[in-house]
């Protein structure tokens, strides 16, 4: 080998690049701070902090939608007073283009952004209400903050650094899966932020360990009828049956966010998913045995979406689209398979007998028949879900979602003698891709195929990108099952035949049991007793 050296010029030029470098890294860090404290006007105030803007950061976004919403928002409606400032504090010429976007004039010179969010709870806008758990609501005793709903971003920064500090009233707790290093809120990107929501307020809370795993139930109830301890012990054993169902969490960490305050008359109460957490707005009520069943369900959906689709998922999901829906067509994974999943883990886990379960099967077939156009296929679903006419389709993927699912599981476990099913694929699937790693939107069904049988392929024409009628008397019938239909060809029930033959006998128990278990997870048990953060 000879010996060389490096020319001063060139060690001088390295060392300028290395500084360009560092300082183009510093400029990508957003810092925000986020002011609830004007609690009776509903109002957010914001101001973003940067040493400098791009030259090419011409547009400010705010959310045209969001990740597992499934419809319009335009958050941009909600803003009032935007204004860009230089370091003297003097003003940068802005002015709004679209619903969502302002084009400021000299980015370079943008020392901090200004504006007020009105919270979604409470402004009046008709058109493209905010679904509640989606949206912001700022009360006297407590906030909702959904990122989206309160931070724009420059168009180019999505994939930046954001560093969020919120200032509250100090006897504020604060819940989210979010880090708080020193009361600063640290996400690596915007997809990142907006998947991790923030409950303040007087809130109460609970912890579980689920497979090593810590579990955190934070509940704001205005009257204290609801508290985390009573919704913990609710779900308790639904969570270790998840765990089991899955052979160990893919996360180290979960918190549920329940907000018990009163919505708008109309205003659709439910739940949203995210990757390390999960949301719920709900009609406050006093806790009951029923009550806490109900919300346990309504949890089980919720909390197997860490699998798909917020660890499992297309390049469509992976890298989300703010500006203008792009839906992917593979909802019957992220939410028919889901659907299944929360029913078929209570059932796996004895929280459910199987009469309990049928019966929901034949509750759902009726509702797919009955309440939905069942021309609509699972992809057409998915590709039409942004528009008004998908919109009144959009819920049946619960329906006709699950069901295809249930029929999927039953072909895999027959083409495989009773060894792998519909839970074995989507954990194999789960290993090779995930939170970073998306699978291509135009290949999943190719994948499935080559993961398991030619003959699945067949089941994808008919029943996910088809609207064939599903065969639910067939494939029930291989595993002893009846469907009884009345006149009109609607389900009435499901029921295990007294006379079933021993192949339908042993499929019917690889069914029940889900097929071979799933290989468990190495685990550390990473649960330490936190409190909520002051």
């Known amino acids: 080998m000879m010996p060389f050296s490096i020319p001063l010029r060139v060690l001088f030029a390295w060392v300028f690049l290395l500084l360009l ?19 009776g006007s509903h109002a957010i105030g914001v101001t973003l902090r940067v040493d400098s803007l791009m030259v090419g950061d011409t547009l400010f976004q705010f959310a045209a939608t969001a990740p597992g919403t499934y419809q319009t928002m335009d958050i941009g409606r909600f803003v009032r007073g935007f204004t860009a400032l230089d370091v003297r504090g ?36 008709a058109e493209f209400r905010v679904y509640p758990m989606a949206g912001t609501a700022i009360e006297r005793e407590h906030a909702l903050l959904n990122w989206q709903a309160v931070i724009g971003f420059p168009l180019t920064q999505q994939g930046s650094r954001f560093l969020v500090r919120v200032l509250r009233p100090r006897a504020w707790q ?28 007087r809130l109460t809370a ?8 810590p579990v955190r139930v934070a509940v704001y109830s205005p009257t204290s009828k609801v508290t985390a301890t ?19 969490l893919p996360v180290d960490r979960y918190v549920f966010l329940f907000d018990f305050a009163p919505v708008a008359e109309g205003d659709a109460t439910g739940a949203w998913e995210h990757a390390y957490s999960s949301e719920y707005t709900l009609p406050e009520e006093p806790f009951t045995a029923e009550a806490g069943d109900r919300i346990t369900r309504m949890a089980a959906h919720e909390f197997f979406h860490i699998v798909t689709p917020l660890h499992l998922h297309s ?27 929360a029913q078929k883990l209570r059932q796996e886990g004895g929280l459910a007998s199987v009469e309990d379960y049928l019966a929901e099967l034949a509750a759902k077939a009726r509702r797919d028949r009955q309440q939905y156009d069942t021309s609509y296929s699972l992809t057409d679903l998915a590709r039409t879900s942004y528009t008004a006419a998908g919109a009144r389709q959009y819920a049946n993927i619960y329906q006709r979602g699950a069901l295809v699912a249930g029929l999927l599981d039953i072909r895999l476990l027959e083409l495989s003698g009773g060894a792998r099913g519909l839970k074995s694929l989507v954990l194999d699937l789960s290993r090779d891709y995930g939170v970073s790693r998306p699978f291509p939107e135009d290949s999943l069904i190719d994948i499935v195929v080559a993961r398991t049988y030619p003959e699945i392929r067949d089941f994808f024409t008919r029943w996910v990108e088809g609207a064939q009628p599903l065969p639910l ?62």
């Not at 560092?22 to 957003?30: D, G, P, T």
């Not at 400021?104 to 969010?117: L, N």
Request: glycine residues 8%; contains cysteine.
């Open 21 to 39: 470098a560092a300082a183009s890294l510093r400029a990508q860090e957003l810092r925000y701070t986020v002011d609830v404290r004007e609690r």
């Open 90 to 125: 003097r003003i940068v010429p802005s002015a709004r283009v679209s619903t969502n976007q302002w084009r400021i004039a000299a980015p370079r010179r943008v020392r901090s952004i200004r504006y007020r969010v009105h919270d979604s709870w409470h402004t009046p806008i």
């Open 174 to 201: 604060t819940a989210t899966a979010l880090r708080d290093v020193g009361g600063v809120f640290e996400a690596e990107s915007y997809d990142a932020l907006v998947d991790s929501p923030v409950l303040m307020g």
């Open 206 to 213: 609970d912890s579980l360990c689920v497979t090593g795993v």
């Open 230 to 248: 009573q919704l913990a012990g609710a779900m308790r054993d639904m969570l270790q049956a998840a765990g089991r169902f899955l052979g160990g």
């Open 315 to 341: 390049e469509i999901v992976e890298r989300f689209n703010y500006q203008r829906p792009v839906p992917s067509r593979h909802l019957w994974l992220y939410e028919g398979v889901t659907e299944w999943a």
């Open 473 to 534: 008397r067939e494939y029930y019938g291989k595993l002893g099952i009846t469907v009884e239909m009345n006149e009109h060809g609607v389900p009435k029930s499901f029921a295990v035949a007294a006379d079933a033959s021993p192949e339908q006998v042993k499929l019917r128990e690889a069914w029940l049991r889900g097929g071979d278990p799933p290989p468990a997870a190495p685990m550390a048990n990473r649960c330490v007793a936190t409190a909520l953060g002051q």
